[in-house]
């Protein structure tokens, strides 16, 4: 398929708490009635059915990278469920199941668990914020004191943090820039997929509609805000990560909205040291550059 990274994600409970932690893939699917694709695991993946679901993550982040690819560490959602809706308990610091200090707990027991793994080249600390109790206050108190302990437990990743209003807002970092203790590291990531703005995505022009949404109040450029928004490869080293603004390239008939949410681009700058990130695999194709 030629991508060279996943966005692999994972709940919090699933290292705080041993309700979760506990159980087998077998348990697990089990409890959720899916008989269907336990059987289909047992068919392809057997050796993964009796592990405890811990460890069947941790076989998955091995295998991508006996495969060359590398993995950025998602928090998805606390309690494992589907994703996402304003009252899922999910959504903002201090919902049902969004307590600060078990999910800090949660960022820095996974950030160790894979210190040591090359190919693990960055955590994601929230996808997409959202619902009734959201505002910049808290995150900015929340997402640096996350984006601090994962720093402090593992100092190579990547850190990725995510902005309000399911993602499709940074427009706060305009006025009030991250304040962290570590610097060339930290990125941004949004969400803006094709029903984010209706239907404007699938009936209109995307190189167009780019314009229009980068120049909007909800958005915000990287330069603005300390870092980023973020492209991987692998440099020619074998040892850094090269990073490029994403866009849909003018005159480009290939960016489909309806089915990606990543654009090829030419890679301009290499922002990520030695000292940064663990070496990575030589063998990782240099050529391909994803966004998140």
């Known amino acids: 398929m030629g991508f060279n990274c996943v966005r692999l ?3 919090t409970f699933l290292v705080t708490n ?32 009796d592990l405890k679901l811990i460890d069947a993550f941790k076989a998955v982040v091995s295998s991508l990278g006996e495969n060359n690819v ?52 960055g955590m994601s600390l929230r996808n997409e914020l959202r619902g009734p109790r959201q505002n910049s206050n808290d995150w900015y108190k929340y997402m640096q004191r996350g984006a601090e302990a994962v720093h402090a437990a593992n100092p190579r990743v990547l850190v990725i943090l995510s902005g309000l209003s399911f993602d499709n807002d940074l427009a706060f970092l305009n006025s009030r820039q991250v304040s962290l203790s570590f610097a060339r590291k930290a990125a941004f990531e949004v969400h803006w ?47 850094s990560v090269v990073t490029s603004p994403c866009r849909c390239l003018s005159a480009d008939n290939s960016c489909d909205p309806e089915s990606q949410w990543f654009k090829l681009v030419s890679s301009t700058r290499s922002v990520a040291a030695n000292s940064m990130l663990a070496e990575l ?12």
């Not at 008989?35 to 047992?42: C, D, F, K």
């Not at 990287?222 to 928004?229: F, H």
């Not at 695999?281 to 998140?292: A, E, H």
Request: negative net charge; aromatic residues 8%; charged residues 15%.
């Open 281 to 292: 695999p030589v063998k990782l194709v240099s050529s391909k550059i994803r966004s998140l």
């Open 193 to 239: 997929y094709s029903f984010s703005n209706g239907q404007e995505w699938a009936a209109g022009n995307p190189n167009e509609l780019h314009v229009a949404v980068n120049a909007s109040s909800s958005s915000s450029s990287g330069s603005g805000s300390g870092g980023g928004m973020l492209c991987l490869d692998v440099g020619a080293d074998g040892q």
């Open 18 to 49: 041993a309700s979760y932690s506990s159980l087998t893939v077998e348990q697990s699917f089990q409890r959720l009635n899916l008989t269907e694709s336990l059987a289909g695991i047992r068919a392809n993946n057997p050796a993964v059915v």
């Open 9 to 11: 994600t994972w709940p």
């Open 70 to 121: 590398m993995v950025i560490l998602d928090n998805h959602v606390s309690k494992p469920g589907w994703c996402c809706d304003n009252s899922d308990g999910n959504g903002f610091f201090g919902d049902g199941y969004f307590e600060p200090d078990v999910w800090v707990d949660g960022l820095t027991k996974m950030a160790t668990m894979f210190a040591g793994v090359p190919h693990v080249v």
